[in-house]
């Protein structure tokens, strides 16, 4: 409990990024590695989504 007396929950965070990997080599990571740690919730982020993308419009 904390100090207002309120459950305290705990979470565990793991980071399976590889800096240089294309998506499918993350996919790789995640179907072989991160898995085998049953998680609940997944967070996929890539700064090269949507970079290829050669119909955007820019301004």
């Known amino acids: 409990m904390d100090n207002n007396g309120d459950e305290i929950q705990n979470y565990e965070i793991l980071n399976f990024g ?30 090269s989504i949507g970079r290829n993308n050669f119909g955007a419009q820019f301004s």
Do not use: I, M, N
Not at 24 to 36: N, R, T
């Open 18 to 47: 590889v800096a240089g990997y294309s998506a499918l080599q993350e996919l790789y990571v995640f179907e072989e590695d991160a898995l085998k740690f049953e998680p609940d919730a997944v967070f996929f982020c890539s700064p």
